[in-house]
């Protein structure tokens, strides 16, 4: 299911996501730049998105993707930190 799919089964239509998350193996790359077009649409509100990106199995061109989508979404980096144990 699409994150608004979520979103408007859950009866939270209107309402702001404080924190999403978002770790799934193989879909997280298209799951992420749903969630950032729907905030960029003015479909879902969100305040914090939180993933996880592993630079290793996706060429640098996907993740650039990422971070576009993010600027058009109006969201920026806040935090970021080195994985060692994923290494």
Partial sequence: ???????K???HEGR???ILEIDCEGCK????LDAL???A????AINQIQVKIHSYRVDFK??????????????????????????
């Fill in 1 to 7: 299911m699409s994150l608004e799919t979520v979103h």
């Fill in 9 to 11: 089964k859950l009866g």
């Fill in 16 to 18: 702001i996501i404080g």
């Fill in 29 to 32: 790359y298209v799951a992420v």
């Fill in 37 to 39: 077009e729907a905030v």
């Fill in 41 to 44: 649409q003015g479909q879902i």
């Fill in 62 to 87: 996907t993740i650039h993707s990422l971070f576009k989508a993010a600027d058009h979404a109006g969201m920026r980096t806040f935090h970021k930190e080195s994985d060692h144990w994923a290494c």
